[in-house]
């Protein structure tokens, strides 16, 4: 089982550590690609146009500069590092080495910058979005699609994908192996409708869950009755969707 996630928008600067050590992070054969991505950034991050490029507001203009010094800034854990309501909800700036250590075979952050890392993998805040076109690069999508499908379907080997991300970080990997795409609504007065902030909570509790109990599906119907153990805890009911073509489709349903 591999568990895909997207990375937060806000994430937690650490104050101290080394800087991040890029044959130290999880598939090494990425190396070369992140060093491109973190130089094209450095340098974009610096330039007039900086806003602009990476489609951020003047709020965001520290976050921006704090680009810049990307290779000298401390690292911490991604855990650690990824705010937000889906980290939060996972609890995941908590979980103990064990945890962590699970998560490292489990778990896949998909990155704008990264590619792809593990919540135990030591990174320093950043502010890329996987929508951005940075130079000769181009689309961050299209540049991270070709070094992502070996290296995730060999992770991966064949076993149950659950993906949690957004659409733009889809873009970058679609899985070759089983792949269920999770989708989250709320029911209200006998009526089911899509959500947005709590489908990001939501995957957050599935995500802590799958990880830190003993439950490994291998099949998009193993995952559903795994999901079934959050019923009555943080989810009303479950709903497995088979597709022909493209993922199969996980529904977890809160109450409104």
């Not at 980290?87 to 699970?102: F, I």
């Not at 439950?215 to 998009?220: K, L, N, V, Y």
């Amino acid at each position: 089982m591999l568990v895909l996630l997207p990375p937060s928008e806000g994430k937690t600067a650490p104050i101290e550590g080394d800087p991040v050590d890029l044959a130290a992070l999880s598939h090494a054969e990425l190396a070369d690609s992140r060093r491109r991505v973190g130089d094209a950034l450095a340098k974009v991050s610096g330039q007039r146009n900086a806003m602009k490029v990476l489609d951020v507001g003047a709020s965001l203009a520290d976050e921006v500069v704090r680009n810049t010094t990307l290779w000298d800034n401390p690292a911490d854990a991604a855990a650690r590092v990824y705010t937000g309501v889906l980290y939060d909800a996972a609890k995941m700036a908590s979980w103990d080495g064990p945890t962590l250590e699970r998560a490292a075979s489990r778990v896949r952050v998909v990155s704008a910058l990264w590619g792809a890392v593990s919540p135990a993998d030591a990174i320093p805040a950043y502010r890329l979005s996987m929508a951005t076109a940075l130079g000769r690069l181009g689309g961050l999508a299209s540049f991270w699609r070709a070094c992502l499908t070996p290296t995730l379907n060999a992770l991966a080997d064949g076993g149950l994908v659950v993906d949690c991300r957004s659409s733009s970080y889809v873009a970058a990997y679609r899985p070759d192996a089983p792949w269920v795409a999770v989708k989250v609504m709320r029911e209200f007065n006998g009526k089911r409708a899509v959500v947005s902030h709590m489908a990001k909570h939501t995957r957050g509790l599935l995500a802590a869950h799958l990880v830190q109990t003993d439950a490994t599906p291998a099949t998009a119907s193993d995952l559903a009755d795994a999901a079934a153990g959050m019923i009555g805890d943080a989810l009303v009911d479950v709903a497995l969707e088979a597709r022909a073509k493209g993922p199969d489709e996980l529904t977890l349903v809160i109450a409104g």
